[in-house]
């Protein structure tokens, strides 16, 4: 429970620096329980290099960039009823997830090293399944998201995106 509160005033004190962490962390986190737990690499083949990698993605792209789009959709549709939950969600989801993939997963592509046609080639073979692997999950998450959960606190879940992306698409 102290952990939580230190969480809350630090969250209150500096709250884009502590999202842009969170987002990071739990990015990494997400990694290591698909190398772990999905993959089943085990200690001794964990890919610390891609959690890094997974992590850095988190503080440098998903935090900064979920984070923001979070501040534009409450500015656009403000409230938090049920119906204004669920505008915000068809946006989310109609809108910024498709560009979001197409940002994220060229992103993933170049960390990996990967030459301009190679990304494109990629990018043009993996998003479909990916934005459809997202339409299985997230609509459904979001719209909690956008109901429950209070605006300083709604990146945390989506900052979870890559454990729902299939895992030929991981890094």
Known sequence: MALWRAYQRALAAHPWKVQVLTAGSLMGLGDIISQQLVERRG?????????????????????????????????????????????KMILDQGAFAPCFLGCFLPLVGALNGLSAKDNWAKLQRDYPDALITNYYLWPAVQLANFYLVPLHYREDPASTTLVSIPPGLRL
């Open 43 to 87: 200690l001794q083949e964990h890919q610390r290099g891609r959690t890094l990698t997974m992590m850095s993605l988190g503080c440098g792209f998903v935090g900064p960039v979920v984070g923001g789009w979070y501040k534009v959709l409450d500015r656009f549709i403000p409230g938090t009823t049920k119906v204004d939950a669920l505008k």
